[in-house]
């Protein structure tokens, strides 16, 4: 659908919603920093209200399929209900794929900033060192609140239970496997080295928590005083070590050419202030086992995207050059293996 059907389309269902006679679309937007979900911002205005709105439609196929958005809004749910993780409010789940051709959910849209990893310079989000370390820090204290959360508590059992991290780690290994192997379209056999040696090489903090699975530079919004207003994308969350978040945040897709996690923080600074925090020492041999898994991970969603390009299924570009950065990918990887030395 084009933005405008979009747009056509929603008008008379928030009129519904809201119990109006009708309602206006405004300012509606689609935006292009996910490579996933469709999201879309906008303005319903009807009779004397005026209010703002964020929609995000499940895609049909892409990186990350298949998807669920039952469970993505009940994780949603829970995290606003369990927690102080800086989250939009959810208002509706619409299940009915006849409104705009594919189900999706109606939350607040939160008003700020998306720092992304390929403006990480960008001066009126970064001025200075100052602003960028303060920024850092709020990054840390935020995925604190995300791993402090209690999944029992929080009604989280679908995601699954361990017994312990090294299950979890296990756990891991095996799905992004099999993601991998479903995803293929020409054998990597440093992939499948980068797997063996995941096997023999399990390193983790002894924790299970929740894990958002995609923490990173591109996936929160900054409102007033770089305090953190939202945290998005919770497509991969899962029960795991903590550590995977952390090592995720410092993957070389999200730093660039910068020696900073996420172009925020430098590692000694940010594995100190998570321990402050949380008393948890982030190891060096557990820091890079999951850096190991995080890029197999990268690379598999990657090979999904130019898959699903290739077989016809997604005529998205963004996801058809994926082919290209799977090959840094993979010189990331060996670099991470000890195989080549890094520059």
């Known amino acids: 659908m084009t933005t405008e059907e979009v747009g056509e389309a929603l008008a008379p269902w928030f009129a519904a919603r809201l119990g109006l006679d009708e309602a206006r679309v405004l300012e509606l937007r689609r935006h292009a920093e996910g490579f996933s979900w469709e999201t879309y911002t906008l303005a319903v205005e009807g009779g004397e209200t005026r209010r703002g709105y964020a929609v995000r439609v499940e895609p049909r196929d892409g990186l990350l399929a298949p998807y669920d958005i039952r469970g993505q809004y009940a994780l949603h749910a829970a995290v606003v209900e369990h927690s102080d993780v800086p989250m ?16 999706f959910f109606v939350m607040e849209r939160l008003e700020g900033v998306v720092p992304v990893q390929w403006r990480g310079k960008d001066p009126a989000i970064f001025p200075d060192d100052v602003a960028r370390r303060e920024i850092g820090l709020e990054f840390v204290r935020v995925l604190t609140r995300v791993h402090a959360i209690d999944p029992r508590a929080a009604g ?68 007033p005083e770089r305090r953190i207003v939202g945290v998005f994308d919770w497509e991969l969350a899962h029960l795991s070590d903590p550590v995977e978040d952390i090592a995720y945040a410092g993957l070389p897709l999200f730093r660039g050419r910068s020696p900073l996690l996420s172009q925020l923080l430098a ?74 030395e890094a520059r």
Request: glycine share 10%; net charge negative; with cysteine.
């Open 88 to 103: 939009p409010a959810l208002h509706w789940l619409e299940l009915d794929g006849a409104v705009l051709g594919m189900p």
């Open 156 to 223: 989280l059992g679908f995601l699954g239970e361990h017994d312990s991290a090294d299950a979890a780690a296990r756990a891991q290994i095996g799905h992004w496997e099999a993601y991998y192997a479903d995803s293929v379209l020409v054998e990597l056999p440093l992939v499948r080295y980068a797997l063996g040696w995941l096997r023999a090489h399990v390193a983790t903090s002894g924790r299970v928590g929740l894990c958002h699975g995609d923490y990173r530079i591109g996936n929160f919004m900054l409102g």
């Open 267 to 340: 590692p000694d600074e940010f594995f100190a202030r998570y321990e402050e925090l949380t008393g948890l020492r982030v190891e060096t041999d557990t820091f890079r086992f999951w850096t190991v898994l995080g890029l197999v991970k990268t690379i598999a969603s990657f090979m999904r995207g130019v898959r699903a390009f290739e077989e016809g299924r997604i005529r998205d570009l963004r996801l058809a050059a994926m082919g290209h950065q799977v090959q840094h990918t993979l010189r990331h990887l060996a670099v991470a293996l000890e195989l080549v």
